[in-house]
């Protein structure tokens, strides 16, 4: 109410914060007060007996709704669970579906009844025991058993949010040299803190100062250079024998986070570096208040000319482009969850899925979900910094952890970068993109041309259309050329408050994406491997411009891309149109 009133002053952003951190701690209290206790399911005949029944409805109703009769793995269990199978012809899949409930349904009562049922089974297992032992005792036998039972009937579940953090990567390598020369001569290549950048040739053995991040080719050879402000200089190499590039291991665990930390910072500040687009002086009048600028808003409207604000003419058209529709106009979004929606949104969420610098795991948050009274609680804090436009400190600090592109392969410039962002922070934003942000593009008209991030349109059927296209061209004897397009680190590389201004045209307001960018701009990134999380983090340098990126791990990273990308499709289409298919008649023509 005091927010609502008074708006997210600075006093009341304290109380905010207040409040997180007390309802945090009372979180990691409970689970580890929980975690000590024994809430395991007991393991029984009767139990197994149940999770086979849920098993064999499931396969029932899955060959009844792909018509494909009972398969040798049905009968199988049936024959297993001494279950008579019904005529096949007659059954619907309603019925399955009503079965597999009833199954569930019965498995989650012997689970709830799961102490009493083990401690039979196990008095029956301990007479058993007694009967092959003569003599002995059995009472004696059965105690031990529980004893064994009680010792391994942890609750994994909890527990395993005070494991130890594990990862494989516990080593990587990295380059004894600095300059490297590809193959052909035609690019110079320059290790720098983790990421090789390459440089054009000018002239015969003289390269641009200004470079791009690229991937090492792999028949590269060792060089010397020289340097001025104009041009690098490179050394004849020998023509026998050239050098070729050398790795050393590092293993200890301090300076292998140290490097990563450099890398990871390198390779996000690769926009500046290679001063794209977004990134020059013209653009900041944009992207100023990320992403919520007045001018940001002018263009929006369509009543700002973005030719007057001294970008180039292409750039210009694209800014142009972005004016709202009439059916944009018109969109909207709530920002604020409902109980029902925070109990459904977590609820959906498979529970291994990892998450939080904070070390909630999603365990504790569907354990919460489960209570009313503190899933309304939980969904009305989610909410506030995206109804009002501020921010919550606990989610800026993110674990970048750090995997193996390639099998095997740790090269220290082949790494991908998976962010675990706060885990109520990623159900927000999921409910966000999938309830409304892309049911609201879909309504507006996303370019036709776009696929891949979208219902009914995957990536694969793109591909079958392309497939089908080379076909034609082949079974008509048409002309037809097709380029690839890699683009590399692509989320690492869209600007969160250039993201903002594409949100607020699919109608989120201008407070959630204010709090969605601010919080992108001032994360505070630890690196986990193998040997844990470090304690040393990376941010951006103060007086410098945020690290971009939308980064891998977080819900919305592919939608905005899809966002982006129709309108730079739509864009492309306005020039000019891809392929053209003649049918062999010549009267029908298919454009696209």
């Given at each position: 109410?005091?927010?609502?009133d008074r708006?997210p002053?600075?006093?009341?952003i304290?109380?905010?914060?207040?409040l997180?951190?007390?309802?945090i701690?009372?979180?990691?209290?409970a689970?580890k007060?929980?975690?000590?206790k024994d809430f395991?399911?007991?393991?029984?005949?009767v139990l197994?007996h149940?999770?086979?029944?849920?098993?064999l409805?499931?396969?029932?109703a899955s060959?009844?709704?792909n018509?494909m009769?009972?398969?040798?793995?049905?009968?199988?269990l049936?024959e297993q669970?001494s279950?008579d199978l019904?005529?096949?012809n007659k059954?619907t899949y309603?019925?399955?579906?009503k079965m597999v409930?009833?199954a569930?349904?019965?498995?989650?009562e012997i689970?709830w009844?799961a102490?009493e049922h083990r401690?039979a089974w196990l008095?029956?297992l301990a007479?058993e025991?007694?009967?092959?032992k003569?003599?002995s005792?059995?009472?004696?036998?059965?105690?031990?058993?529980?004893t064994?039972?009680?010792?391994k009937?942890?609750?994994k579940?909890?527990?395993?949010?005070f494991r130890p953090?594990?990862?494989?990567?516990?080593?990587?390598?990295?380059?004894?040299?600095?300059w490297f020369l590809?193959k052909d001569?035609?690019e110079?290549y320059?290790f720098?803190?983790?990421?090789?950048?390459?440089?054009?040739?000018?002239?015969?053995?003289v390269?641009e100062?200004?470079?791009v991040?690229?991937?090492?080719?792999?028949?590269s050879i060792?060089?010397?250079?020289e340097?001025d402000e104009?041009?690098?200089y490179?050394?004849?190499?020998?023509?026998?024998?050239p050098?070729?590039p050398?790795?050393?291991?590092?293993e200890?665990?301090?300076?292998?986070?140290?490097?990563l930390?450099r890398?990871?910072?390198?390779?996000?500040?690769?926009?500046?570096?290679?001063?794209?687009?977004?990134t020059?002086v013209?653009?900041?009048?944009i992207?100023?208040q990320?992403?919520?600028?007045?001018?940001?808003?002018g263009i929006l409207?369509?009543t700002?000319?973005?030719s007057?604000?001294g970008?180039d003419e292409q750039t210009?058209d694209?800014?142009?482009?972005l004016a709202?529709t009439?059916?944009?106009k018109?969109?909207?979004?709530?920002?604020?969850?409902?109980?029902?929606?925070?109990?459904?949104?977590?609820?959906v969420?498979h529970e291994?899925?990892?998450?939080?610098?904070s070390?909630?795991?999603y365990t504790?948050?569907?354990t919460?979900?489960?209570?009313?009274d503190l899933?309304?609680?939980h969904?009305?804090m989610?909410s506030?910094p995206?109804?009002?436009?501020?921010?919550c400190?606990r989610r800026k600090?993110?674990i970048d952890c750090?995997?193996?592109?390639?099998?095997?392969?740790?090269?220290i410039?082949?790494?991908?970068?998976?962010?675990?962002?706060e885990?109520?922070?990623?159900?927000?934003?999921?409910w966000?993109f999938n309830k409304?942000i892309?049911?609201?593009?879909e309504?507006?008209?996303?370019?036709?041309?776009q696929?891949?991030?979208r219902v009914?349109?995957?990536?694969?059927?793109?591909?079958m259309?392309?497939?089908l296209?080379w076909?034609?061209?082949?079974?008509?004897?048409?002309v037809?050329?097709?380029?690839?397009?890699d683009?590399?680190?692509n989320f690492?590389?869209?600007?969160p408050d250039m993201?903002?201004i594409?949100?607020?045209?699919n109608g989120?307001?201008?407070?959630?994406v204010?709090s969605r960018?601010?919080i992108?701009?001032?994360?505070s990134?630890s690196?986990?491997?193998a040997t844990?999380?470090?304690?040393?983090?990376?941010?951006?340098?103060p007086?410098?411009?945020s690290l971009p990126g939308e980064?891998?791990g977080?819900?919305d990273s592919?939608?905005?891309?899809?966002?982006?990308s129709?309108e730079l499709?739509?864009?492309h289409?306005?020039?000019?149109h891809?392929v053209e298919?003649i049918d062999v008649?010549g009267?029908n023509t298919?454009?696209?």
């Amino acid at each position: 109410m005091v927010l609502k009133d008074r708006g997210p002053t600075p006093a009341n952003i304290q109380t905010y914060q207040t409040l997180d951190d007390d309802i945090i701690r009372g979180m990691r209290a409970a689970a580890k007060l929980a975690g000590r206790k024994d809430f395991g399911y007991q393991r029984s005949d009767v139990l197994v007996h149940a999770g086979r029944k849920v098993r064999l409805m499931k396969t029932i109703a899955s060959c009844v709704r792909n018509k494909m009769g009972y398969t040798e793995k049905v009968k199988e269990l049936a024959e297993q669970l001494s279950v008579d199978l019904p005529e096949f012809n007659k059954l619907t899949y309603w019925w399955t579906r009503k079965m597999v409930t009833e199954a569930v349904q019965a498995k989650k009562e012997i689970q709830w009844m799961a102490a009493e049922h083990r401690a039979a089974w196990l008095e029956r297992l301990a007479q058993e025991a007694a009967a092959l032992k003569p003599g002995s005792d059995w009472e004696k036998v059965l105690k031990q058993m529980i004893t064994v039972s009680r010792q391994k009937a942890t609750n994994k579940r909890l527990n395993g949010i005070f494991r130890p953090e594990w990862s494989s990567l516990d080593y990587i390598e990295i380059p004894n040299e600095t300059w490297f020369l590809s193959k052909d001569g035609e690019e110079l290549y320059e290790f720098d803190n983790g990421i090789f950048v390459a440089h054009q040739k000018i002239d015969e053995r003289v390269f641009e100062v200004f470079g791009v991040c690229k991937v090492l080719p792999p028949d590269s050879i060792v060089v010397n250079v020289e340097i001025d402000e104009n041009a690098i200089y490179v050394e004849e190499p020998p023509t026998l024998d050239p050098p070729k590039p050398s790795w050393r291991t590092v293993e200890d665990p301090y300076e292998m986070q140290e490097w990563l930390r450099r890398r990871n910072k390198r390779h996000l500040n690769q926009m500046h570096a290679e001063e794209r687009p977004p990134t020059k002086v013209e653009f900041q009048s944009i992207l100023s208040q990320h992403g919520t600028s007045e001018v940001a808003l002018g263009i929006l409207d369509g009543t700002l000319d973005p030719s007057t604000l001294g970008l180039d003419e292409q750039t210009a058209d694209f800014i142009k482009g972005l004016a709202k529709t009439d059916k944009e106009k018109i969109l909207s979004m709530p920002c604020e969850m409902s109980r029902k929606e925070f109990q459904a949104a977590m609820k959906v969420t498979h529970e291994d899925t990892s998450s939080s610098a904070s070390g909630l795991h999603y365990t504790l948050w569907q354990t919460i979900a489960e209570d009313d009274d503190l899933s309304a609680t939980h969904a009305k804090m989610l909410s506030l910094p995206f109804k009002h436009g501020f921010v919550c400190d606990r989610r800026k600090k993110i674990i970048d952890c750090m995997l193996e592109k390639k099998p095997g392969v740790r090269k220290i410039h082949i790494m991908r970068i998976i962010c675990l962002f706060e885990a109520d922070f990623n159900t927000l934003l999921k409910w966000m993109f999938n309830k409304f942000i892309m049911p609201n593009s879909e309504k507006s008209g996303l370019s036709p041309n776009q696929w891949g991030g979208r219902v009914n349109r995957s990536a694969p059927a793109c591909a079958m259309r392309k497939l089908l296209s080379w076909e034609y061209a082949r079974f008509t004897k048409t002309v037809l050329t097709s380029f690839l397009a890699d683009l590399q680190s692509n989320f690492d590389c869209i600007l969160p408050d250039m993201s903002s201004i594409f949100l607020m045209k699919n109608g989120v307001s201008k407070e959630a994406v204010y709090s969605r960018a601010a919080i992108m701009a001032d994360l505070s990134r630890s690196v986990g491997t193998a040997t844990g999380t470090s304690t040393e983090t990376y941010q951006h340098d103060p007086g410098k411009p945020s690290l971009p990126g939308e980064g891998q791990g977080k819900p919305d990273s592919m939608a905005i891309w899809t966002l982006i990308s129709s309108e730079l499709l739509e864009m492309h289409h306005n020039l000019c149109h891809g392929v053209e298919l003649i049918d062999v008649t010549g009267d029908n023509t298919s454009r696209r």
